[in-house]
T-cell receptor, first 115, second 115 residues
Framework: AQSVTQLDSQVPVFEEAPVELRCNYSSSVSVYLFWYVQYPNQGLQLLLKYLSGSTLVKGINGFEAEFNKSQTSFHLRKPSVHISDTAEYFCAVMTLGNAGNMLTFGGGTRLMVKP | NAGVTQTPKFQVLKTGQSMTLQCAQDMNHNSMYWYRQDPGMGLRLIYYSASEGTTDKGEVPNGYNVSRLNKREFSLRLESAAPSQTSVYFC??????????????FGPGTRLTVL
């Protein structure tokens, strides 16, 4: 079985500052990796994904993440955050060959951008 | 296209009452999913359906039943609600049914409180 750990439940940051949201996973088989964003009172939206190829993945809204296989991490970064980035962010994994494309989610990190 | 829609948006039940959460998608997707979201635990899969007439248990199926009424609709039923089922419920859908990755699209959620 696989699991996902998001090390920070809340991350406060000032507007225009850089941010990193941390995600570590464990799995005995190869995985795909994802970051989702959930704005208040809305469903989840895919921010970016790693399926194969370059370990640096760029997503929407200026976010990027780097897959580090040796450290089993997939941290999310943005060089300069905006107030509108305030949301909850979820890291998720999916094992390759998973017939149902079932996702395992981390507990979430609430990003709070302050003016 | 409306995407994935869920009804109702909010519901309050008393312990022991029953109710059905409705989900519909207009993207001609084959697979549909029900998740629950609890603070600090991310989203956990309750059931999923790879096609009309087929359903499979996810991580937390106890206390729930599902029906894949047709290709568009996937309902979740609580026969005898318990306070532990207080949660936000999300429906999702994706095009594929096999092991190849397809993005899951999420509905806006149903916030359920069981007193």
């Amino acid at each position: 079985a696989q699991s996902v750990t998001q090390l920070d439940s809340q991350v406060p940051v000032f507007e225009e500052a850089p941010v990193e949201l941390r995600c570590n996973y464990s799995s005995s088989v190869s995985v795909y990796l994802f970051w989702y964003v959930q704005y208040p009172n809305q469903g989840l939206q895919l921010l970016l994904k790693y399926l194969s190829g370059s370990t640096l993945v760029k997503g929407i809204n200026g976010f990027e993440a780097e897959f580090n296989k040796s450290q089993t991490s997939f941290h999310l970064r943005k060089p300069s955050v905006h107030i509108s980035d305030t949301a909850e962010y979820f890291c998720a994994v999916m094992t390759l060959g998973n017939a149902g494309n079932m996702l395992t989610f981390g507990g979430g990190t609430r990003l709070m951008v302050k003016p | 296209n409306a995407g994935v829609t869920q009804t109702p948006k909010f519901q309050v039940l008393k312990t022991g009452q029953s109710m059905t959460l409705q989900c519909a998608q207009d993207m001609n997707h084959n697979s549909m999913y029900w998740y629950r979201q609890d603070p600090g635990m991310g989203l956990r899969l309750i059931y999923y359906s790879a096609s009309e007439g087929t359903t499979d248990k996810g991580e937390v199926p106890n206390g729930y039943n599902v029906s894949r009424l047709n290709k568009r609709e996937f309902s979740l039923r609580l026969e005898s609600a318990a306070p532990s089922q207080t949660s936000v419920y999300f429906c999702a859908s994706r095009m594929g049914t096999g092991t190849s990755y397809n993005e899951q699209f999420f509905g806006p959620g149903t916030r359920l409180t069981v007193l």
